[in-house]
């Protein structure tokens, strides 16, 4: 986080799509706010660090109360990412 210093609290968005055969698509994504993001929308999470994030409610109530973020990828696919076991991923996903 210090390394991409920003103004705005990052956000931790949740997003569920359904596919053509009627399954359910989830995905986690950290990343910057948009001015499309309404704060009513997302709880409020602060980091060790003082750090702020704004987190959809929908993850908020499946998230553990303590995790970390961590960076991924290589080059220009380096993200911000959470940092959580398997069966926190699952309970985050499919509960």
Same mark, same amino acid.
């Given at each position: 986080?210090?390394?991409?210093?920003?103004?705005?609290?990052?956000?931790?968005?949740?997003?569920?799509?359904?596919?053509?055969?009627?399954?359910?698509?989830?995905? =986690?994504?950290?990343?910057? !706010?948009?001015?499309?993001?309404?704060?009513?929308?997302?709880?409020? %999470?602060? *980091?060790? +660090?003082?750090?702020?994030?704004?987190?959809?409610?929908?993850?908020?109530?499946?998230?553990?109360?303590?995790?970390?973020?961590?960076?991924?990828? =290589?080059?220009?696919?380096? !993200?911000?990412?959470?940092?959580?076991?398997?069966?926190?991923?699952? %309970?985050? *996903?499919? +509960?």
């Amino acid at each position: 986080m210090r390394s991409h210093v920003t103004e705005e609290p990052r956000v931790i968005a949740y997003d569920v799509k359904r596919c053509c055969g009627g399954a359910k698509l989830c995905m =986690v994504t950290v990343r910057e !706010r948009s001015r499309k993001d309404d704060r009513r929308d997302y709880a409020t %999470a602060v *980091l060790a +660090d003082g750090s702020k994030l704004m987190v959809d409610r929908r993850a908020a109530r499946r998230l553990p109360s303590r995790f970390g973020l961590t960076v991924r990828g =290589v080059g220009p696919f380096r !993200r911000l990412d959470l940092e959580l076991s398997g069966e926190q991923w699952g %309970a985050l *996903l499919y +509960d």
